[in-house]
């Protein structure tokens, strides 16, 4: 089982700042295999980004996806206001597919 | 715009079961993977289930593998999820989500509570 690793748990920033996020895997995975969600509360997860760079339909560019091997990265260029949620990374190459802890975006 | 909305989520005694549903509904449903995910304060997300377009191939966690059955009607563009032998672990919120590896789409969840 892929085990993902998301730092940090927590990260305070402002209106306008970029924000970088990480999710780390257990071993080394294809990026086709790695997706990221937004969930704010209340809501249900949405999908941002899927294949590690894929950005899926209505995200803005504002939002980025990297990383191969075992490091994944989710950008957000300027956060927005709407940007201040909880964000998980996803393995979904194989079975069972396996979800990050979540790393929370605060506003500072 | 994609619609999946959840019913069927309750209290129940462990041991016991529960069905869930899930119509959906602005895509062609039986043209896509579907899934359970579930979700608690405590594991977060937790992947639960998938089904096959045509129902011919299923894949369980193994936390569920054996209690959990996952099964669909796209006569009536419906996902069900038959659950047995429910344990206080299986609390959770409980969504659907359309795909099969990652999800396009969500619904809103449906809360189950195992406790006497």
């Known amino acids: 089982e892929i085990v993902l690793t998301q730092s940090p748990g927590t990260l305070s920033l402002s209106p306008g700042e970029r924000a970088t996020l990480s999710c780390r895997a257990s071993q080394s995975v294809s990026s086709s295999f790695l997706a990221w969600y937004q969930q704010k509360p209340g809501q249900a997860p949405r999908l941002l980004i899927y294949?590690?760079?894929s950005r899926a339909s209505g995200i803005p560019d504002r939002v980025s996806g990297s990383g191969s091997g075992t490091d994944f990265t989710l950008t957000i260029s300027r956060l927005e206001p709407e940007d201040f949620a909880v964000y998980y990374c996803q393995f979904y190459g194989g079975i069972p597919k396996t979800f990050g802890q979540g790393t929370k975006v605060e506003i500072k | 715009e994609v619609q999946l909305v959840e019913s069927g989520g309750g209290l129940v005694q462990p041991g016991g079961s529960l069905r869930l549903s899930c119509v959906a509904s602005?895509?062609?449903?039986?043209?896509?993977?579907m899934s359970w995910v579930r979700q608690t304060p405590g594991k977060g997300l937790e992947w639960v289930a998938n089904i096959k377009e045509d129902g011919s191939e299923k894949y369980y966690a193994e936390s569920v593998k054996g209690r959990f059955t996952i099964s669909r009607d796209n006569a009536k563009d419906a996902l069900y999820l038959q659950m047995n032998s429910l344990r206080a672990e299986d609390t959770a919120v409980f969504y659907c989500?359309?795909?099969?590896?990652?999800?396009?789409?969500w619904g809103q969840g449906t809360l189950v509570t195992v406790s006497s």
């Open positions: 602005g895509f062609t449903f039986s043209t896509y993977w």
């Open positions: 294949g590690a760079s």
């Open positions: 989500a359309r795909g099969g590896s990652w999800y396009f789409d």
